[in-house]
């Protein structure tokens, strides 16, 4: 079965408004969570390493005020998209390793459409 | 930084044997991951390799060579549901950040 949650599977927003995806780890506790988005076709690109009590790591080029990181709990982190755009319509997945690091587990990801 | 090479496409026959190659360059290597991702889903974790050799999951394995900068992911008795995409991932730079390679494309026919 599934140890990294995410949810929703499949949003569709009006532009301008925010949407929350959320990412559980099951089982076990996630110090460290990564978010990705990935375009059609093409690689997953990682966006910002979410740090549980601390604030995100965000790669360069992705904006921190548009995508709001919160790693509230061990278990959980979440991403925002503020002011969504339909450039921003894309599948996003989180990810997250247990202690080890030795094996990383991805998320079901969420397709977010923004018409 | 990062760079990661595969190939784009491949096509194998099913039943058959394919192995998929990834060439990689990175600082501070710590390992090297490789994925499944079919069409619109998550991917799916295969393999882990941090040091040199031949790891074994069943129908899957993946070698490593770290000198070389070079991971191969090997695939037998193929499956029509092997279709998938494949992609390489290196760990490196600090942290537990995945670098990921374009993917790899594999098309099993009859």
């Known amino acids: 079965g599934a140890v990294v949650s995410q949810h929703p599977s499949r949003v569709i927003c009006k532009s301008g408004t925010s949407v929350k995806i959320e990412c559980r780890s099951l089982?076990?506790?996630?110090?460290?969570m990564f978010w990705y988005r990935q375009f059609p076709k093409q690689s997953l690109m990682l966006m910002a390493t979410s740090n549980e009590g601390s604030k995100a790591t965000y790669e360069q080029g992705v904006e921190k005020d548009k995508f709001l990181i919160n790693h509230a709990s061990l278990t959980l982190s979440t991403l925002t998209v503020t002011s969504a755009h339909p450039e921003d319509s894309s599948f996003y997945i989180c990810?997250?390793?247990?202690?080890?690091?030795?094996?990383?587990?991805f998320g079901e990801g969420s397709w977010l459409t923004v018409v | 930084g990062q760079n990661i090479d595969q190939p784009t496409e491949m096509t194998a026959t099913e039943g058959a044997i394919v192995q998929i190659n990834c060439t990689y360059q990175t600082s501070g290597f710590n390992g090297l991951f490789w994925y499944q991702q079919h069409a619109g889903e998550a991917p799916t974790f295969l393999s882990y390799n941090v040091l040199d050799g031949l790891e074994e999951k069943g129908r899957f394995s993946s070698f490593l060579s770290r000198s070389k900068g070079y991971s191969y992911l090997l695939l037998k008795e193929l499956q029509m549901k092997d279709s998938a995409s494949y992609l390489c991932?290196?760990?490196?730079?600090?942290?537990?950040?995945?670098?990921f390679g374009t993917g790899t494309q594999l098309k099993v026919e009859l």
């Open positions: 089982d076990f506790q996630a110090t460290t």
């Open positions: 990810s997250a390793s247990d202690y080890t690091g030795n094996t990383i587990y």
């Open positions: 991932a290196v760990r490196g730079g600090g942290g537990n950040k995945l670098t």
